[in-house]
């Protein structure tokens, strides 16, 4: 790892969570729930997706229930997380791979994989992406991934720790420098500064706390 960059994380690290805190991430029931509100969260807010995950599992305790149910029964319990069709699809094609591949609807057993192993089965299940498999190796497992969502791909861009052109190769090259201890929290706050500071359109940089550590405020804001 390139010692600049190495610096650069523990300090930026160190400094959000004086901001932020140590962040609690959320823990499902199970690794197989946490998959199916991944899923639920994709292209939508926490805001939006987590009543739709809450709704699916009122109306369908089970995982074996959602497979035979009708598809549009399914659609309108997860409305509020948007995307409704595709995600009902989706979620009823996981839980069916899941179960054509291992035989059960459980996927405790990825704990006992090297992650590298776990990833892969992730990555082959139809309707599941770098990002989601990361979520589900770092949130349900505590495994060493660092998923890259638009806040973390745009936050770490300005801070000139990735060059990359999309997240999934940014998640590539941070997972690899970023230290595995510092992942998860690094992760969640880094996200939580980029909603509320760090912010798509005209970045508060005068308020950020990270300004010292950035190369687009010193390149950039203190230029304009
Ligand atoms: S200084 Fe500005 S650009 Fe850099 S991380 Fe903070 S808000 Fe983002």
């Avoid at 109306?59 to 659609?75: G, H, L, N, S, Y």
């Avoid at 791979?97 to 059960?104: A, C, F, N, P, Q």
């Avoid at 776990?118 to 990555?123: G, I």
Wanted: glycine residues 4%; proline residues 6%.
């Amino acid at each position: 790892m390139p010692e600049i960059h190495s610096q650069k994380i523990t300090r930026s690290a160190a400094l959000l969570e004086k901001l932020y805190g140590e962040p609690q991430p959320w823990i499902a029931d199970t690794p197989l729930d946490c998959l199916i509100a991944v899923i639920l969260s994709q292209n939508t807010s926490d805001k939006n997706s987590f009543p739709a995950f809450a709704k699916l599992k009122r109306q369908f305790p089970t995982w074996e229930q959602v497979i035979v149910a009708d598809e549009k029964k399914i659609v309108d319990a997860i409305r509020s997380g948007g995307l409704a069709n595709v995600k009902a699809e989706r979620i009823k094609n996981v839980l069916r791979e899941i179960k054509e591949k291992t035989g059960k609807l459980d996927l405790s057993f990825l704990k006992n994989l090297p992650i590298e192993e776990a990833k892969l089965f992730l990555l082959s299940l139809n309707g599941v992406g770098p990002k989601s498999a990361a979520v589900v190796l770092s949130f349900a497992f505590g495994m060493a991934a660092f998923p890259v969502d638009t806040h973390v791909y745009r936050v770490t861009h300005r801070l000139g720790l990735q060059n990359e052109k999309i997240p999934e190769k940014a998640q590539e090259k941070l997972e690899v420098i970023v230290p595995d201890a510092l992942k998860q929290s690094y992760h969640l706050n880094l996200i939580k500064l980029g909603r509320e500071i760090c912010v798509a359109r005209k970045p508060k940089c005068a308020e950020c706390p990270l300004k010292k550590e950035c190369k687009y405020y010193k390149e950039v804001f203190l230029k304009n």
